[in-house]
């Protein structure tokens, strides 16, 4: 191979998850796409959309994944390795975002994406929590009774609330009261968030949707087991949300207070944000994979996180309310969750 292999990547078309810092020792004759360049050589390892090989001499070299044959793509997809350990809370900080970064690498894709209207994105991995919460905790309500749930498929969810300029930039109208283009998006009802993820799937060609309820407590709490993703109290709530004490009764620009460990911010407080799912109780089983919420009902659909109007117990990472489809205020809105497409 020449230096031909180590030109920019340009997409392939093919998603392969391997597991980077893999060794296997396999000398075989890599060739380039043109079928023009070949060398013998041994895997040394795969690191997300980059192969390292090493020469018969010894050296090794780094080459692009999109530059070799598809004969020699079809073998790596093949050597696939298992994934990187799930995200099991609880785990601090740091772990969290080593989780993140574990995934990315896995799967060759970034920790964090910038959409087509400015939208950042963060990767969510696959992990178990326990959801609902404690009697013990103040404000506990009876809709709330802890459970495991295992989420199992990474996804990305978006770092901020869809803002105004967003919203009005897929939807051609900003419906909010108080018009900056920066503050979340509001008075926006669960049909009119489920259009504006429609249309902007439409406009990339990828899946965005609403969070479950259970993805969306999962990415709140980013590990942590206690009332609020930055502690078991209220001390330190004014760094990280805006909440009925220091919002002045409005909603603020999204990003302005710190985020939790995922690099998600505004999941306490700001605009209460829809879910996927039809509201109900939790189901009665020791652990529940990717739960989406009852089949059928007439009890609305699922508002998270609280609002800017809200006490500090009523931004609690368990705290859950129901509202109908159609409905709409001046403190919901909500933010975006995108599918990320795995090999069968």
Known sequence: MTGRTHKRLF???????LLAGTAWGVERTWTDTTGKFSMTAELVE???????????????ITVPLASLNAKDRQFLENKETPPPPSAIAPFKSRQAKAHQKAWADHLGI???????????????????????????EPGCR??????????????YLSAHEVTQAQYERVMGSNPSGSKVPTKPVEQVSWNAAVEFCRKLSDEEGVEYRLPTEAEWEYACRAGTTTAYSFGADASGIGEYVWYKDNSKGSTHPVGEKKPNAWGLFDMHGN????????????????????????????HGRVLRGGA???????VRAAYRITNFPHFRNHDIGFRLARTIPLSP
């Open 110 to 136: 970034p920790v964090q994406i910038t959409n087509s209207i400015g939208m950042k994105l963060n990767l969510i991995p696959p992990g178990k929590f326990t959801m609902g919460s404690p009697e013990s």
């Open 271 to 298: 605009v209460y944000e829809w879910c996927q799912d039809l509201y109900g109780p939790y189901e009665r089983l020791q652990v529940v994979s990717d739960p989406i919420g009852p089949a059928s009902g007439d």
């Open 308 to 314: 800017c109007v809200y006490l500090p117990m009523g």
């Open 11 to 17: 997409a392939i078309g093919i998603t392969i998850a």
């Open 142 to 155: 009876d809709n709330e009774t802890q459970h495991l749930v295992k989420i199992t498929k990474p996804f």
């Open 46 to 60: 795969v690191r997300g959309a980059e192969v390292v090989l090493r020469r018969q001499d010894g050296k090794q």
